[in-house]
């Protein structure tokens, strides 16, 4: 017994230090799952309060381009009225058009990485917005992330510069579908994988969200083709996608709530419980 | 005295982490390249310090930069592994003695310095960006991130100790 005592003091700062690196080293594994890294994150109140006073120091230096930004956005969005607003008169006997079932709201980033290999991002809107797990989240300009984790104020957001990230995504003019990767060498270029050799690839073509997950709707812009490799196997494209967003500067962005998500997945858990 | 030590240590605690969170993690060089200065506060520990309290306060220093850069636990660990490893490479450094004699940082020849901070940095480096890639396949990817953030880090660290440390002439 007095020897395990003399051992233990002897070793104290090693078995200290072993003990605080296995910590560490258990949360560093943790953080590489998705959806577990639930204590250490930047939405919490001491961070997220610290990083929202950078961010309204920051916010004068910029909002020149902000407005600019938000006119050329308020324009498009004018002008996309303006045509509903036509057709509108034409049909408007059918109500179920006119309740979109994506509700969005918006928020300010206040902390953002793009520089690392699992970026994240910080938003100043949390679950007393509403906002919750598997939201999706894009700016005026096209496809940024997931949120990843919230608190009451705040949330952080997975964003594509991520390698953790999966999302659907298709070409626009020919409906093929893929998958939205990313391969850690440029923040603006993103990879679209096992796009099928079928499908006809032109450099310069766009490519949107796919609409196949509830999280986001169909046709967020994503970006457009810069260049394609045919894979070993000869049967699949792997595509360089430049991003129609800068990801090392956003400022505001929107968060899209799918009402009927809860609906989908009820749905999907029962059939899976029948099989 | 001793209070005053204390209240030394927790400034320069707080505001090495606001520091590196508000503007160093932003700096971005070449896209991914960031110095680490914080690690300055384990460099600059007393030397004769409690080694015990030493390890504890490192691991809650990462701790605190990895809540600010949603990284897990790679800083803490990264930290933990250069404050237990401290003891051995001041022996290297600066001689066996080095406990007794009082020796601060500010008063030994640059390059005893230089070693002593140059080993402790690229230790740094090689656990952190290790455990933040964690892949056998981006070897090459951890020791290239190592030996720039290094020599950024080194520099900002070297340039800052002599900056800020009192004159001893």
């Given at each position: 017994?007095?020897?395990?005592?003399?051992?233990?003091?002897?070793?104290?700062?090693?078995?200290?230090?072993?003990?605080?690196?296995?910590?560490?080293?258990?949360?560093?594994?943790?953080?590489?799952?998705?959806?577990?890294?639930?204590?250490?994150?930047?939405?919490?109140?001491?961070?997220?309060?610290?990083?929202?006073?950078k961010n309204n120091v920051n916010n004068y230096f910029n909002l020149k381009e902000e407005n600019d930004l938000?006119?050329?956005?308020?324009?498009?969005?004018?002008?996309?009225?303006?045509?509903?607003?036509?057709?509108?008169?034409?049909?408007?006997?059918?109500?179920?058009?006119?309740?979109?079932?994506?509700?969005?709201?918006?928020?300010r980033v206040?902390?953002?990485?793009?520089?690392?290999?699992?970026?994240?991002?910080?938003?100043?809107?949390?679950?007393?917005?509403?906002?919750?797990?598997?939201?999706?989240?894009?700016?005026?300009?096209?496809?940024?992330?997931?949120?990843?984790?919230?608190?009451?104020?705040?949330?952080?957001?997975?964003?594509?510069?991520?390698?953790?990230?999966?999302?659907?995504?298709?070409?626009?003019?020919?409906?093929?579908?893929?998958?939205?990767?990313?391969?850690?060498?440029?923040?603006?270029?993103?990879?679209?994988?096992?796009?099928?050799?079928?499908?006809?690839?032109?450099?310069?073509?766009?490519?949107?969200?796919?609409?196949?997950?509830?999280?986001?709707?169909?046709?967020?812009?994503?970006?457009?083709?810069?260049?394609?490799?045919?894979?070993?196997?000869?049967?699949?494209?792997?595509?360089?996608?430049?991003?129609?967003?800068?990801?090392?500067s956003?400022k505001?962005?929107?968060?899209?709530?799918?009402?009927?998500?809860?609906?989908?997945?009820?749905?999907?858990?029962?059939?899976?419980?029948?099989? | 005295?001793?209070?005053?030590?204390?209240?030394?240590?927790?400034?320069?605690?707080?505001?090495?982490?606001?520091?590196?969170?508000l503007?160093?993690?932003n700096?971005?060089?070449?896209?991914?390249?960031?110095?680490?200065?914080?690690?300055?506060?384990?460099?600059?520990?007393?030397?004769?310090?409690?080694?015990?309290?030493?390890?504890?306060?490192?691991?809650?220093?990462?701790?605190?930069?990895?809540?600010?850069?949603?990284?897990?636990?790679?800083?803490?660990?990264?930290?933990?592994?250069?404050?237990?490893?401290?003891?051995?490479?001041?022996?290297?450094?600066?001689?066996?003695?080095?406990?007794?004699?009082?020796?601060?940082?500010?008063?030994?020849?640059?390059?005893?310095?230089?070693?002593?901070?140059?080993?402790?940095?690229?230790?740094?480096?090689?656990?952190?960006?290790?455990?933040?890639?964690?892949?056998?396949?981006?070897?090459?990817?951890?020791?290239?991130?190592?030996?720039?953030?290094?020599?950024?880090?080194?520099?900002?660290?070297?340039?800052?100790?002599?900056?800020?440390?009192?004159?001893?002439?």
């Amino acid at each position: 017994m007095q020897q395990i005592l003399f051992f233990l003091i002897r070793n104290k700062n090693f078995l200290l230090s072993l003990f605080l690196f296995l910590i560490s080293f258990a949360l560093t594994i943790q953080s590489h799952s998705f959806h577990k890294n639930k204590f250490i994150n930047s939405a919490n109140f001491f961070s997220g309060g610290i990083y929202s006073f950078k961010n309204n120091v920051n916010n004068y230096f910029n909002l020149k381009e902000e407005n600019d930004l938000l006119l050329e956005e308020n324009a498009r969005l004018r002008m996309q009225l303006d045509s509903f607003d036509e057709f509108s008169t034409i049909d408007n006997t059918d109500s179920t058009f006119t309740h979109s079932k994506f509700q969005f709201e918006t928020a300010r980033v206040i902390n953002n990485t793009y520089s690392k290999s699992k970026n994240i991002l910080t938003i100043d809107k949390g679950s007393q917005m509403n906002i919750a797990l598997d939201m999706g989240v894009i700016s005026s300009k096209g496809l940024i992330g997931i949120i990843k984790n919230t608190s009451a104020k705040y949330a952080t957001v997975q964003s594509i510069l991520n390698i953790n990230s999966q999302i659907n995504a298709k070409l626009k003019n020919s409906n093929h579908f893929g998958s939205l990767i990313w391969n850690t060498e440029d923040p603006n270029i993103v990879q679209l994988i096992e796009i099928p050799r079928l499908a006809p690839i032109i450099v310069g073509d766009t490519i949107i969200t796919g609409g196949k997950s509830t999280i986001f709707p169909e046709g967020v812009l994503v970006g457009t083709i810069q260049s394609s490799l045919l894979n070993k196997d000869k049967n699949s494209y792997t595509l360089n996608i430049k991003l129609f967003n800068d990801m090392t500067s956003l400022k505001h962005v929107y968060i899209i709530n799918n009402k009927d998500t809860e609906e989908i997945k009820k749905l999907e858990k029962e059939s899976d419980d029948a099989e | 005295m001793q209070s005053n030590v204390y209240f030394i240590l927790s400034f320069r605690f707080i505001i090495l982490v606001l520091v590196q969170v508000l503007l160093l993690n932003n700096i971005n060089f070449l896209g991914y390249i960031n110095p680490y200065l914080y690690i300055l506060f384990i460099l600059t520990f007393p030397f004769n310090g409690n080694k015990s309290l030493l390890i504890v306060l490192s691991f809650l220093l990462g701790l605190t930069i990895d809540l600010f850069g949603d990284s897990g636990g790679v800083h803490a660990a990264a930290c933990v592994v250069i404050a237990y490893l401290r003891p051995v490479i001041l022996k290297f450094s600066f001689g066996v003695s080095y406990e007794y004699n009082s020796i601060k940082i500010n008063n030994v020849e640059f390059v005893q310095r230089l070693i002593y901070v140059g080993i402790m940095v690229l230790l740094h480096h090689i656990v952190l960006f290790s455990m933040e890639i964690f892949n056998t396949n981006h070897i090459i990817l951890v020791l290239k991130s190592t030996l720039i953030s290094g020599i950024f880090s080194i520099i900002l660290i070297m340039s800052s100790i002599s900056i800020f440390s009192k004159k001893s002439k």
